[in-house]
């Protein structure tokens, strides 16, 4: 996975399968922040619940 922040965040969701786990589109968590460091859950649960 060192090298999912060099790819696009389509791939990055077919490959981990978090369009299925978390319902959300490439754009949305593209823009959650997903290849920097993978704290999208943390992130949109932690930080807006």
Not at 17 to 34: F, K
Request: charged share 20%.
């Amino acid at each position: 996975m060192e090298n999912a922040h060099s790819l696009p965040a389509a791939a990055v969701l077919q490959r981990f399968g978090v369009q299925e786990s978390c319902g959300l589109s490439p754009e949305q968590v593209a823009g959650l922040g997903v290849s920097e460091g993978w704290g999208y859950r943390e992130k949109e649960v932690g930080g807006r619940g």
